[in-house]
């Protein structure tokens, strides 16, 4: 039922305009509009602060059936999700109440700050730091690719307070947009999910409140990690939804596309094409749902689950695209056709929330017992 309802609502709220978000690398607020109306913007949220309470499974299905018609869409649901699970994990009852309210109530949106300039893959590596003065921390840093930067709220932003103690140094905090001394960079210029502004992060002697930490000084890095481990799952998901849009597209169209005298989908060439698109995305899918069930349950191998899972969808997502392309030919290649957005816009996934490498890093060290 969540799933035909959030598709119905996708093809006719969000599908109509994805192309031209994609064109004019605008922000999809049609998309934000019509989620919010529904109270799908951040499902995942407990319903204990206003939210729906959907449990990790159907936070997929959403995010999954958004994506298939439009990825940039998709990370309005997604990244609420990487921005509050730092505070659902770890926050005090006071923070939780204060900041998740608002995302369920579809008043507010939530980003995540963990990478910067010269720490990505080696996040522990970060430089932004924290200083206490009395009752109040002080941040100052340059954090870097921030999805949803600018049109969030909010920000869970994880800073160095103990330069000596490396990833046991970091810890994590609440920003919000007008506190003073928080700017924004210049949209990055991507190759896909240009509809969702990805923007540096200023942070210039901002002075917040010493309750806006989330959970204890030094837990920071830990919590990150934490959050990752059930947000990889999200992003598998988005990779699913890009991969069923592209297989429906390409499917429909080889029925149509006549050559030879008779549809090319008569073509076994065709069909074994089609064949190996479906099984992978099959794979990936029972492997994401696995992965959410463990999320759902904070099963002590979801660090293995959750990097395999958005290890696996976002490369068989961009497999799947790149043969979408194949099968319409010559239009596939052009903008007239979804499916060349489709191929840009999975690329992502394979870099963001831990590039495939790390993933592979983070399942080589958490291998199931
Ligand atoms: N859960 C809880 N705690 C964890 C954890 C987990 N999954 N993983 C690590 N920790 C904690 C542990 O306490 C650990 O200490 P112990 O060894 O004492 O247990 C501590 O963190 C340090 O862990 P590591 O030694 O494993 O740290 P590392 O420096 O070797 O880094 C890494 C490991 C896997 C490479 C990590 O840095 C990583 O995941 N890198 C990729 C970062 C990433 O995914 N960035 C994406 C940013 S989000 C995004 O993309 C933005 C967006 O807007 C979409």
């Given at each position: 039922m969540l799933r035909d309802t959030v598709r119905a609502l996708a093809e006719a709220k969000i599908a109509p305009f994805a192309a031209e978000v994609d064109e004019q690398g605008r922000f999809p607020q049609e998309a934000l509009d019509a989620l919010s109306a529904a109270d799908l913007?951040?499902?995942?949220?407990p319903e204990e602060y206003e939210?729906?309470?959907?449990?990790a499974l159907a936070t997929v299905l959403v995010i999954e059936e958004v994506a298939r018609v439009c990825a940039s869409s998709s990370l309005i649901p997604a990244v609420n999700k990487l921005g509050t699970m730092p505070l659902m994990l770890s926050a005090s009852e006071d923070l939780k109440r204060r900041y998740l309210t608002p995302v369920a109530r579809g008043e507010a949106m939530f980003s995540y700050c963990l990478s910067e300039p010269e720490a990505?893959?080696?996040?522990?590596?970060?430089?932004a730091r924290a200083v206490r003065d009395g009752d109040y921390w002080v941040l100052n840093g340059v954090k870097r690719w921030i999805t949803n930067a600018g049109v969030s709220e909010y920000y869970t932003v994880m800073a160095v307070t103990?330069?000596?103690?490396?990833?046991?140094?970091i810890s994590a905090f609440v920003v919000e947009k007008?506190?003073?001394?928080v700017s924004f960079g210049a949209p990055e210029k991507k190759l896909?999910?240009?509809g969702s502004p990805t923007r540096e992060v200023y942070l210039d002697n901002v002075r917040i409140p010493a309750?806006?930490?989330?959970?204890?000084?030094?837990t920071g890095f830990a919590t990150a990690m934490a959050t990752l481990d059930h947000t990889r799952v999200t992003i598998a998901a988005q990779a699913l939804g890009i991969a069923q849009g592209a297989l429906d597209y390409a499917k429909n169209y080889v029925q149509e596309r006549r050559q030879f005298g008779k549809p090319?989908?008569?073509?076994q060439g065709v069909q074994f094409m089609l064949a190996d698109m479906a099984m992978k995305l099959e794979a990936a899918r029972a492997l994401t749902y696995q992965a959410a069930a463990k999320s759902e349950r904070g099963d002590a191998d979801l660090t293995f689950y959750g990097a395999a899972a958005k290890c696996y969808a976002s490369d068989a997502a961009m497999e799947i695209t790149i043969d979408a392309i194949q099968l319409l030919g010559g239009y596939g290649y052009?903008?007239?056709?979804?499916v060349e957005r489709m191929m840009r816009d999975a690329k992502i996934t394979q870099i963001y929330e831990g590039t495939n490498q790390v993933q592979r890093i983070v399942m080589a060290r958490n291998l199931p017992k």
């Amino acid at each position: 039922m969540l799933r035909d309802t959030v598709r119905a609502l996708a093809e006719a709220k969000i599908a109509p305009f994805a192309a031209e978000v994609d064109e004019q690398g605008r922000f999809p607020q049609e998309a934000l509009d019509a989620l919010s109306a529904a109270d799908l913007q951040a499902v995942h949220i407990p319903e204990e602060y206003e939210g729906a309470g959907a449990d990790a499974l159907a936070t997929v299905l959403v995010i999954e059936e958004v994506a298939r018609v439009c990825a940039s869409s998709s990370l309005i649901p997604a990244v609420n999700k990487l921005g509050t699970m730092p505070l659902m994990l770890s926050a005090s009852e006071d923070l939780k109440r204060r900041y998740l309210t608002p995302v369920a109530r579809g008043e507010a949106m939530f980003s995540y700050c963990l990478s910067e300039p010269e720490a990505g893959s080696d996040a522990a590596g970060m430089k932004a730091r924290a200083v206490r003065d009395g009752d109040y921390w002080v941040l100052n840093g340059v954090k870097r690719w921030i999805t949803n930067a600018g049109v969030s709220e909010y920000y869970t932003v994880m800073a160095v307070t103990d330069p000596d103690k490396r990833s046991k140094g970091i810890s994590a905090f609440v920003v919000e947009k007008s506190d003073e001394g928080v700017s924004f960079g210049a949209p990055e210029k991507k190759l896909g999910i240009k509809g969702s502004p990805t923007r540096e992060v200023y942070l210039d002697n901002v002075r917040i409140p010493a309750d806006r930490m989330i959970g204890e000084e030094g837990t920071g890095f830990a919590t990150a990690m934490a959050t990752l481990d059930h947000t990889r799952v999200t992003i598998a998901a988005q990779a699913l939804g890009i991969a069923q849009g592209a297989l429906d597209y390409a499917k429909n169209y080889v029925q149509e596309r006549r050559q030879f005298g008779k549809p090319i989908a008569d073509f076994q060439g065709v069909q074994f094409m089609l064949a190996d698109m479906a099984m992978k995305l099959e794979a990936a899918r029972a492997l994401t749902y696995q992965a959410a069930a463990k999320s759902e349950r904070g099963d002590a191998d979801l660090t293995f689950y959750g990097a395999a899972a958005k290890c696996y969808a976002s490369d068989a997502a961009m497999e799947i695209t790149i043969d979408a392309i194949q099968l319409l030919g010559g239009y596939g290649y052009t903008r007239d056709y979804p499916v060349e957005r489709m191929m840009r816009d999975a690329k992502i996934t394979q870099i963001y929330e831990g590039t495939n490498q790390v993933q592979r890093i983070v399942m080589a060290r958490n291998l199931p017992k």
